[in-house]
């Protein structure tokens, strides 16, 4: 079993993320807007995948999961 635990996105030459918890809750990382912080944005389960899709301007590049 697999569990989703980062969203990495690519545009313009620049990396961004979204870090899933264990327990579902989604934060977003671009450290050249929030350096070290992550951003709360909810929980995974509430999310449209449409969403998730994108950040801002740029397209999700890759899923990285866990093996439970």
Do not use: A, W
Request: charge should be positive.
């Amino acid at each position: 079993m697999y569990r989703l635990c980062g969203l990495i996105y690519l545009g313009k030459f620049h990396f961004t993320c979204r870090v899933v918890t264990g327990s579902g809750e989604v934060h977003l990382h671009d450290g050249m807007k929030t350096g070290k912080k992550l951003v709360p944005e909810g929980n995974l389960i509430n999310m449209d995948s449409k969403m998730l899709g994108k950040l801002g301007k740029r397209k999700l590049s890759v899923l990285v999961y866990q093996k439970m």
